[in-house]
């Protein structure tokens, strides 16, 4: 399943009123980081289907990662049930970026 991109328009019903469990990469187009950590997400999201993932682009929708205080990027955090319940920060390799958000 293809890693889906979020707005600040769309993140509430997309991610807060998810049903699932639901990874968001806060990430941005001129983060060398984050385009590494990008295929990895892919791969993830294709290898789960008990959780969603997504992206949002921060510099295009600066609302909701001001909101959740990413001061760094790549953040990926999980939600579940509208809360933050596991974040991890930079470009981590697959195995630690799954042990830190409880894939």
């Known amino acids: 399943m293809a890693v889906a991109e979020v707005t600040d328009a769309t993140f509430e019903g997309e991610v807060l009123g998810a049903e699932k469990p639901v990874i ?24 789960r289907d008990d959780v969603r993932f997504v992206k949002m682009n921060v510099d295009d929708n600066p609302s909701t990662a001001m909101s959740y205080q990413i001061t760094s990027i790549p953040t990926i955090a999980r939600f579940e049930s509208g809360k933050v319940t596991r974040q991890a920060v930079g470009a981590l390799p697959k195995n630690q970026l799954a042990s830190q958000l409880g894939l």
């Open 24 to 47: 968001v990469d806060f990430w941005a187009p001129w983060c060398m980081p984050c385009r590494r950590i990008s295929p990895i997400l892919d791969e993830m999201s294709e290898d």
